[in-house]
């Protein structure tokens, strides 16, 4: 059974950069037949893809996030990254790391998210 | 851009109704859907692919159908576990997209 768990600061600075890392367990990040991605969610809003990594390191990016947007893999971790800079209130939301099932398709794991609050 | 929407944004509903949510695309995707059900403070869960696949484990109850720009979830008797918040998320391009959700709660 694949495990999504996502770590990091709870708490950035506005104009600061929020760094998430998901730790897989269960299987390899390195299988050719899955890409990892990111979406987060504000409180009491909807889902927003932010983007997407294969574990040839190829990366796949919302366009209104792709400018302040960074999508990193460590397959000897088999730990992928997110890094979201010049961060505002805007930026506060639960943040989930998951699995797109069978290439890049449909989110068939999830991690349990992580909310990331933007305040001074 | 690939634009979703979904009607009704809220639906008021009683245990064992027959329940329907319709998602829409701004342009054809194919069968190029997945339904999710979130609940609070929880992260979403996959319950059909690819439109009409129901995902392994999800009860039959759930069903999935459309192609090009309109599907549907159906709830075909509504229990007490499937009060939630429902997603159709599009992925025909490199560029997903979620729709806004519908809100099943306790008529």
């Known amino acids: 059974q694949v495990q999504l768990q996502e770590s990091g600061p709870g708490l950035v600075k506005p104009s600061e950069t929020l760094s998430l890392t998901c730790t897989v367990s269960?299987?390899?990040?390195?299988?050719?037949?899955?890409?990892w991605g990111w979406i987060r969610q504000p409180p009491g809003k909807g889902l927003e893809w932010i983007g997407t990594i294969y574990y040839t390191g190829n990366t796949y990016y919302n366009p209104s996030l792709k400018s302040r947007v960074t999508i990193s893999i460590d397959t000897s971790k088999n730990q992928f990254s997110l890094k979201v800079s010049s961060v505002t209130v805007a930026d506060t939301a639960v943040y989930y790391c998951?699995?797109?099932?069978?290439?890049?398709?449909?989110?068939?794991?999830w991690g349990q998210g992580t909310l990331v609050t933007v305040s001074s | 851009d690939i634009q979703m929407t979904q009607s009704p944004s809220t639906l008021s509903a009683s245990v064992g109704d027959r329940v329907t949510i319709t998602c829409r695309a701004s342009?054809?995707?194919?069968?190029?859907l997945a339904w999710y059900q979130q609940k609070p403070g929880k992260a979403p869960k996959l319950l059909i692919y690819k439109a009409s696949s129901l995902e392994s484990g999800v009860p039959s109850r759930f069903s999935g159908s459309g192609s090009g720009t309109e599907f549907t979830l159906t709830i075909s008797s509504l229990q007490p576990d499937d009060f939630a918040t429902y997603y159709c998320?599009?992925?025909?391009?490199?560029?997903?997209?979620f729709g806004p959700g519908t809100t099943v709660d306790i008529k």
């Open positions: 998320q599009q992925y025909n391009s490199y560029l997903f997209t």
């Open positions: 998951a699995r797109h099932s069978s290439s890049f398709t449909y989110l068939d794991y």
């Open positions: 342009q054809s995707i194919s069968s190029w």
């Open positions: 269960g299987g390899s990040i390195s299988s050719s037949s899955y890409y």
